[in-house]
């Protein structure tokens, strides 16, 4: 399975944060200063981040408010330049376009890193099964629990 990297080098978070302005105007979308931030936070992020993660974090002057911040994280779901993770009620940015793509994320119990996997490839029976019912798949996320190897390493 190809993996999506979170760690984006500042290069690489410029990169993608000028894909993330292109990805926006194509929809008739603004990247607010809010969003902006919040997604910044997200790909500077080591592992999934809680809205009450980011907010402290998001302004020294303490303007933002919570439900603000889930509505930049709700927006950046929507376009595509973010994943929430269900299971753990929290955000990862992801590859600029990887959200259009079925994703499995491995979840550590122990540290709580995620990693992201492009999961097209892998879920091939059940893109057919739901074709032969009629059922059109947009996107799948899978999210599976256990132990990373350096958590396994470490028990």
Not at 21 to 43: K, W
Not at 55 to 73: F, G, M, N
Not at 79 to 100: K, P, Q, T
């Amino acid at each position: 399975m190809p993996r999506m990297s979170h760690n984006h080098g500042s290069a690489d978070r410029t990169q993608h944060m000028a894909e993330a302005e292109r990805v926006c105007a194509n929809a008739g979308e603004t990247l607010t200063p809010l969003r902006r931030r919040v997604l910044e936070l997200l790909i500077d992020h080591r592992g999934p981040a809680k809205a009450y993660d980011l907010l402290p974090r998001i302004d020294v002057d303490k303007q933002a408010k919570p439900p603000t911040v889930y509505r930049a994280l709700d927006f950046l779901v929507r376009m595509g330049l973010a994943h929430r993770i269900e299971s753990m009620n929290a955000f990862v940015a992801c590859d600029v376009g990887a959200c259009a793509r079925s994703t499995i994320f491995l979840i550590c119990d122990q540290c709580g890193r995620a990693e992201e996997f492009d999961a097209g490839h892998a879920l091939i029976d059940l893109t057919d099964a739901a074709k032969r019912d009629g059922f059109a798949i947009r996107r799948t996320m899978i999210e599976a629990s256990g132990l990373c190897a350096a958590c396994q390493k470490a028990a």
